[in-house]
């Protein structure tokens, strides 16, 4: 046995550490956050679990049911919701959870309330389980700023009051992506030791990048200043070379690689979904503030996606959002049209 080795394991930046030592700079911090993220934290190494056992569970296939996005859920969508909604009313410190799967908020009951609001989609990408695509959840976190019976208008937020944002991606690896408004993370699952070792301090996206990703298919039904951008990203007049293309078309494996090798996520409005595809609140927002934060940009063709004050839970809107550069040119196109 190498002890140094197995030593060196023992100093390893866990991500409870991580959020302890970020929790050290703030003195009058009671440590509610930090519960609530090892909740989250919990939930998703549940999932990752689960997920890697679908198959042999019989855990895939449809589970008869159809959910407010009238797809018909996974028996994995459904475990994944219980998972995180039991989570995060146990950790005592949320009032209101927005998830997905289920038509309306909850809210928790006045006993185990506390000050946070979790805006989250438990399996994203789940059409991809069955071929053992990455799929992955997503969270946005906002704080309760009264002390009253919490209501729905208490998410219905614009994307910059959230506090915290991330999501975990079920892939090759398993790895949770977090910020608190201060950069970007990201942590690796070490399944030797169940925990989330910090392999990427500090994500900074490229400023520009040589990847686009956009669902083609949908070309016909495009507006004018995406059909012209993807015109570009294929035959640039300037001499470049072509972007490559990549979509996988699940939403947190082709932000993933957008966040490390850089390049353009966009999912924009067309004619048969005049408003996009994607949900503010738990797929665009969190998205956003992690782009945001990692240096890029988010944009829904209007106004700078953090920005949007949705009015209905599972509103939608289109994104594009990924480099700094690239998303400007998208900016431009639109400008002029």
């Not at 996988?248 to 957008?258: F, I, K, L, P, Y």
Request: glycine share 10%; hydrophobic share 35%.
């Amino acid at each position: 046995m190498d002890h140094a080795a197995d030593a060196h394991r023992t100093d390893l930046m866990t991500i409870t550490r991580f959020v302890l030592n970020e929790q050290s700079k703030y003195p009058e911090s009671r440590g509610d956050f930090t519960i609530l993220l090892s909740h989250i934290v919990l939930g998703c190494k549940f999932v990752c679990s689960a997920v890697n056992k679908a198959g042999l569970a019989k855990l895939i296939g449809l589970a008869g049911e159809t959910n407010i996005q009238g797809e018909e859920q996974k028996k994995l969508d459904v475990l994944s919701n219980d998972v995180f909604v039991k989570a995060l009313v146990s950790s005592g410190r949320t009032s209101v959870l927005v998830s997905e799967e289920d038509e309306e908020a909850t809210f928790v009951e006045p006993s185990k309330r506390g000050k946070y609001c979790v805006v989250f989609d438990p399996l994203d990408g789940s059409s991809n389980i069955d071929c053992g695509v990455s799929i992955g959840t997503i969270f946005g976190i906002y704080t309760l700023d009264h002390t009253n019976e919490p209501t729905t208008e208490d998410v219905l937020k614009p994307g910059n009051e959230m506090v915290a944002a991330g999501y975990c991606m079920y892939g090759s690896s398993c790895m949770l992506v977090l910020s608190t408004g201060t950069g970007v993370h990201g942590f690796t699952l070490d399944p030797s030791l169940g925990e989330f070792i910090l392999t990427h301090p500090d994500i900074k996206i490229p400023k520009k990048g040589n990847i686009y990703s956009v669902n083609e298919g949908n070309a016909q039904n495009w507006d004018g200043p995406t059909t012209k951008y993807v015109e570009k990203c294929k035959f640039p007049k300037d001499g470049s070379p072509a972007k490559s293309l990549r979509y996988v078309g699940s939403m947190v494996a082709d932000v993933h690689r957008t966040l490390l090798y850089g390049g353009i996520f966009l999912y924009p409005a067309d004619k048969k979904s005049p408003n996009g595809k994607l949900r503010v609140l738990y797929e665009v927002f969190p998205m956003s503030f992690l782009m945001e934060q990692a240096g890029g940009q988010a944009f829904t063709g209007q106004k700078r996606a953090l920005d949007l004050v949705p009015e209905k839970i599972h509103e939608r809107s289109p994104i594009f959002l990924g480099s700094y550069d690239d998303v400007e040119e998208i900016k431009a196109l639109y400008a002029e049209a």
